[in-house]
């Protein structure tokens, strides 16, 4: 427990230094534009392979990508059932926002060094399960909401996966475990000294991100949209620990994965599908702090 807390301690400062940073005008919104280029294409990758490399296949590892698609699957039909008799802005927000996860930019860095290589393999197993959903699926839905005439597309969906670079190194480190290979020791050593600093500049970038502006007039709305989410993110839990034949450090891994913040593109998401993209970024902002104080609690207790 010491160490979560002490780890939470230290990313809640990263988060709030980077805040404070963007307020006294030392760094830009435009500025994290960089930074993302250089999480996205170089310490997230080596981070994967980091966290990967003595990875050893197992078949419950398939439960963990099901877990993923089928935890979206679910938050996704919660939410088409709550937004039934609300205009198609509200609808598409629930859609972008309600079954999407930060995993690469958040749960991942906040969980560098607390979980096991296994636990660690959960999360991506997870991350590709709900990527299928955020890329597909919610998109295709998207329009059908709207009154659009686009239809799921596959190569769409299949772009965007294979295309991302954290994906691709997942998938690769995951084939290179099935035919029992390493990568050769420098590259091991390159990815350590690279995916270190993921951890860093990741919450850095969230916290110029981050901005808390709480309009009284959607108070209202957000805890409803908050206490749907967790309501139906405990029952899933509460099913992963009964009826899901993880390992215990697979089953915290995924537990502490379902208490993370929504997803970080949701809110552009959401504003390109002619949803309120204003009130998704405070959705966002304000799941940052649930989800660092929700994770924190599920890894104590699980």
């Known amino acids: 427990m010491s160490n979560v807390l002490t780890q939470t301690i230290v990313y809640v400062v990263l988060l709030f230094a980077g805040y404070g940073f963007k307020k006294a005008g030392i760094f830009k919104v435009e500025d994290t534009d960089f930074l993302k280029k250089v999480i996205l294409y170089l310490t997230m990758p080596a981070m994967a392979v980091n966290g990967l490399k003595d990875l050893e296949l197992q078949p419950s590892f398939l439960w963990c990508f099901l877990v993923g698609f089928g935890t979206s699957t679910i938050l996704m ?3 088409m059932a709550a937004t039934r008799k609300k205009a198609p802005e509200e609808k598409v927000m629930y859609l972008f926002n309600l079954n999407t996860y930060n995993i690469g930019n958040f749960a991942i860095p906040f969980l560098t060094g607390l979980l096991s290589t296994d636990g660690f393999a959960a999360l991506c197993l997870f991350d590709i399960g709900v990527a299928i959903y955020l890329y597909g699926i919610d998109y295709s839905l998207a329009e059908a909401v709207k009154g659009g005439k686009s239809r799921f597309s596959l190569k769409f969906l299949l772009k965007k996966i ?3 670079p ?5 998938l690769l480190m ?5 035919l029992h290979l390493r990568l050769p020791e420098p590259v091991l050593k390159l990815a350590s000294v690279m995916g270190n600093a993921n951890a860093f500049l990741a919450m850095l970038s969230i916290g110029i991100l981050f901005e808390l502006k709480l309009d009284r007039k959607n108070l209202w709305e957000m805890v409803k949209f908050f206490a749907l989410r967790y309501g139906t993110i405990l029952v899933i839990m509460a099913g992963v620990i009964l009826f899901i034949p993880f390992s215990p450090d697979i089953r915290q891994a995924i537990c ?6 929504v997803a970080s593109i949701a809110p552009l998401l959401t504003q390109n599908a002619g949803g309120d993209g204003a009130k998704a970024a ?5 799941s940052i702090l649930l989800g660092i104080a929700g994770m924190m609690i599920v890894y104590a207790l699980v």
Not at 166 to 170: G, S
Not at 282 to 286: A, E, F, G, P
């Open 77 to 79: 039909l919660v939410g």
């Open 162 to 164: 294979f295309t991302s």
């Open 166 to 170: 954290i994906t691709d190194m997942y």
């Open 174 to 178: 995951i084939l290179l475990a099935a």
């Open 256 to 261: 502490v994965l379902l208490a993370a913040p």
């Open 282 to 286: 405070q959705i966002n902002s304000v």
